[in-house]
């Protein structure tokens, strides 16, 4: 499989409780970026890597989330202490390349569903 | 910052008629590029077409095409010969060099194509 894959692909739970999701990028591309989407609006930025490095936090990345990417391929994302206002769907992309301005290539997403 | 405007929440059109969704962006960086997606109800984001800020030319992508108007901050997709499969969302997004290539979406035009 040639595309961006995200594990799992829907989570259900319970409030206070701790998620992590996982996404697996085309494995050339050194860009990786995460989006959160709630119901009827479009992806909003949350953060992006550079190989491992992490090089930017949007603001609505609040310290109940981190993200890493240790080597450089993968990456994760958890939510600790989960809140109903967490429910959306949670988009990966990547791409290749620093310069210009690349098509971004999503995966399928991890549902969110905080009860 | 960068911002994208649409400001057509829907849309309706007939099945083989073509469809303008209308897209404005603001930025001060010189260097950008202009996106558009289909998010069908499944949720996966598919790109569809791509415009860069130098390009002197219109981009095309088979039955899509980006009226791009640099004077006036607008870059709006038109689809022609509309099938039933393209009932969709509709996301118009636009990066930055100087923003780390993140994308920065608008809120989407629901379309439907009738029979």
């Known amino acids: 499989d040639t595309g961006v894959s995200q594990d799992p692909r829907h989570k259900i739970t319970k409030r206070g409780q701790n998620v992590t999701f996982r996404c697996d990028p085309i494995?050339?591309?050194?860009?990786l970026y995460w989006y959160r989407q709630t119901l009827g609006q479009g992806p909003e930025f949350l953060t992006y890597?550079?190989?491992?490095?992490?090089?930017?936090k949007s603001r609505l990345l609040s310290d109940r989330f981190s993200a890493e990417r240790p080597k450089g391929s993968f990456s994760t994302l958890e939510i600790q202490r989960t809140e109903q206002g967490d429910s959306a769907m949670y988009l990966c992309?990547?791409?290749?390349?620093?310069?210009?301005?690349?098509?971004?290539?999503f995966g399928p997403g991890t549902r969110l569903t905080v009860l | 910052a960068q911002k994208i405007t649409q400001t057509q929440p829907g849309m309706f059109v007939q099945e083989k008629e073509a469809v303008t969704l209308d897209c404005t962006y603001d930025?001060?960086?010189?260097?950008?590029?202009l996106f558009w997606y289909k998010q069908p109800s499944s949720g996966e984001m598919i790109f569809l077409i791509y415009?860069?800020?130098?390009?002197?030319q219109n981009a095309t992508e088979g039955r899509y095409s980006l009226n791009f108007q640099k004077a006036r901050k607008s870059a709006n997709l038109v689809i022609s010969a509309s099938q039933l499969g393209d009932s969709a969302m509709y996301f118009c997004?636009?990066?930055?060099?100087?923003?780390?290539?993140?994308?920065?979406f608008g809120t989407g035009t629901q379309l439907k194509v009738e029979l």
């Open positions: 992309a990547s791409i290749f390349g620093t310069s210009g301005n690349n098509e971004q290539f």
């Open positions: 494995s050339e591309h050194n860009r």
């Open positions: 890597f550079q190989n491992e490095a992490q090089l930017e």
């Open positions: 930025t001060s960086d010189p260097s950008y590029g």
């Open positions: 415009q860069g800020s130098y390009d002197q």
């Open positions: 997004a636009m990066s930055t060099t100087g923003g780390g290539n993140k994308l920065t």
